[in-house]
């Protein structure tokens, strides 16, 4: 099961933003707006604070603000800031006051950097915190990341992007207006086994690509759409695609290095199940590339624990299995050149992220993970709930824009 089910701060929602953000097919916004309404929950179970804060950063040292104090934040991320070379916690916001000042005394973040939801905006005079981290419901990314580059701060946003394309295009031309930079945090491209994959399959290590198959599932225990946010389809969008199951589709590109060309899916969502009276249990898709490969893809809250990544090649297979965890990964090629691989510590993957986010604002340099990529994912995550709607394949442009 991963560990980021619960990991954000939970919402008060208005009855407008439940209308609006309520569609069809992807639970999408077509805009950032109204604003819905935050509530931080008090510091969750099984969190260990730093007993000392962190240590001292070199002096170009980025000043980045965390969004949101959930599990996520305070178990993976903020524990890692310190494993990094140029980055360091510079202001805090949260819903919860009691939360945001026990924190914020951990990290050493001073009593006028730890910002209210409402307050945010007053970031903008605040010279010593140049990004900000969004890890926040989905919902709420969007509004967020506008804000921010609002307030002239760089912003990397949590996966999935937005709700919607409309949003995650809102998001990029916002970061055009200000000259900032925006990145999603897709941490794979930073952990060793899943970029050793993808140079292996660039070098044809198994030979030309034929079938790629990905599954992301666990089983969720019993909750219903008020007590979890990812049951929500206001504030999560589907289902397990958006979360889980962008690990898999991720996969599909990145080592196939294409597009897909069209798309076939189905869904389901199961009847007096209190889990999944908003959102879909599983979803599966089918993705046809140009040079001919197929990638099958399936996610599910509602099934045996699985996270792996298979391609299937003339000379041979890859196997990750686990795939894209925080870490345990396991990866071997079958058939020609077959071995077992271990190309490093999947645990540098969170302090790769972050370092990379830091030098783009500090050397300018390109982002590997950029908005643009966010918004290519929730299009085809459009694309996949269009033709799990409609039971007809949906073929794409190169951009992941659905033809006709």
């Known amino acids: 099961m991963p560990q980021t089910i619960s ?67 305070l178990n993976q991320i903020m524990p890692r800031i310190d494993q990094t070379e140029r980055m360091h916690i510079s202001a805090l916001v949260s819903g919860n006051p009691a939360k945001l000042a026990q924190v914020g005394d951990a990290y050493g973040v001073p009593a006028d950097a730890r910002y209210s939801y409402a307050e945010f905006d007053k970031i903008a005079a605040d010279d010593r915190t140049q990004a900000v981290y969004i890890i926040l419901p989905t919902a709420f990314h969007a509004d967020f990341t506008i804000r921010a580059f609002a307030a002239g701060k760089h912003v990397l946003c949590e996966k999935p992007m937005a709700l919607s394309s409309a949003e995650c295009e809102a998001m990029i031309a916002a970061s055009r207006r200000a000259n900032r930079k925006l990145m999603i945090a897709y941490r794979c491209h930073f952990e060793p086994y899943n970029v050793e994959a993808m140079r292996l399959m660039r070098e044809q290590t198994v030979g030309t690509i034929r079938l790629i198959r990905t599954e992301q599932s666990y089983r969720a225990g019993p909750t219903t759409p008020a007590q979890n946010w990812r049951f929500n389809r206001a504030l999560a969008g589907g289902g397990p695609l958006e979360d889980y199951g962008l690990y898999g589709l991720q996969s599909a590109l990145y080592l196939s290095g294409e597009m897909p060309e069209s798309i076939s899916a189905t869904t389901f969502q199961p009847k007096d199940d209190p889990r999944f009276t908003e959102i879909f249990a599983h979803v ?109 394949t949906v073929k794409l442009a190169p951009d992941g824009r659905m033809r006709g």
Do not use: W
């Open 284 to 392: 599966a898709a089918q993705l046809r590339f140009p040079s001919g490969a197929v990638a099958q893809l399936a996610t599910s809250y509602d099934s045996a624990g699985a996270n792996f990544a298979q391609v299937r090649g003339t000379q041979g297979t890859l196997i990750m299995d686990p795939a894209t965890g925080y870490s345990g990964q396991k990866m071997r090629i079958e058939g020609q050149n077959a071995r077992e691989l271990t190309p490093g510590d999947p645990n540098v993957q969170f302090a790769g992220q972050l370092d990379h986010f830091a030098n783009a604002i500090c050397d300018n340099a390109s982002i590997l993970t950029p908005g643009e990529m966010g918004l290519r994912d929730i299009r085809l995550i459009e694309a996949i709930y269009a033709a799990a709607r409609s039971g007809r």
């Open 7 to 73: 990991r954000r701060g939970f919402i008060e929602t208005t009855g407008a933003l439940a209308a609006t953000l309520t569609t069809a097919t992807s639970a999408a916004a077509t805009t950032p707006h109204p604003r819905p309404k935050l509530k931080g929950l008090p510091l969750p179970g099984g969190v260990r604070l730093p007993a000392t804060p962190p240590r001292r950063k070199r002096d170009d040292s980025v000043g980045i603000a965390i969004i949101g104090l959930g599990g996520y934040a």
